[in-house]
């Protein structure tokens, strides 16, 4: 436990999210999570479920996608990424699910009730937090705008009906 304290707080502590933190900082962060493992093509996060926690990609990765009888693809989180952070704040249902990509995908996972104490407990950590959700959002919405423009761009292509 203490060994693999260690090395979530080392893998931590090189990304953007704790970029700013103290490694005391970041293994209190690490004291408000807990550490869940999911095999290649389980659930992690629902279509329709409210967003209870956040989840911090450690090792693997998780697929986005929509459909109920037929899924597709519509983005990949990588380890050292945030998901889940747009239902979690805004307490609306998923509207896409999330499936981890490979075995052993291991998430860090910070339910309502941890960050509403560590919000408390730790505002500084909350707002490094809070930072992350917001830059990772950008990159989401960015994304859906590129992928928007690029359809757009091609069904408006000159000589095209």
């Known amino acids: 436990m203490v060994t693999e304290k260690i090395d979530l707080a080392q893998f931590l502590n090189q990304q953007y999210l704790c970029e700013s933190l103290t490694i005391k900082e970041v293994t209190t962060l690490i004291d408000y999570t807990e ?3 999911f095999n290649k093509s389980e659930v992690i996060a629902d279509i329709g ?14 697929a986005l996608f929509v459909g109920e009888q037929t899924e597709s693809q519509v983005g990949l989180i990588h380890a050292g990424e945030l998901m889940g952070e747009m239902s979690f704040f805004d307490r609306k249902p998923r509207s896409v699910r999330a499936r981890a990509m490979k075995d052993d995908t291991q998430l860090l996972k910070l339910s309502r009730a941890m960050y509403k104490r560590l919000r408390v407990e730790h505002p500084y950590i909350t707002v490094n937090l809070l930072e992350h959700a917001i830059v990772s959002l950008d ?23």
């Open 35 to 37: 550490l869940v493992t």
């Open 49 to 62: 479920d409210v967003g209870e926690a956040l989840y911090f990609v450690i090792n693997g990765e998780a």
């Open 139 to 161: 990159h989401l919405f960015r994304q859906a705008s590129n992928d928007l423009s690029s359809l757009s761009s091609y069904f408006n292509m000159p000589g095209r009906k």
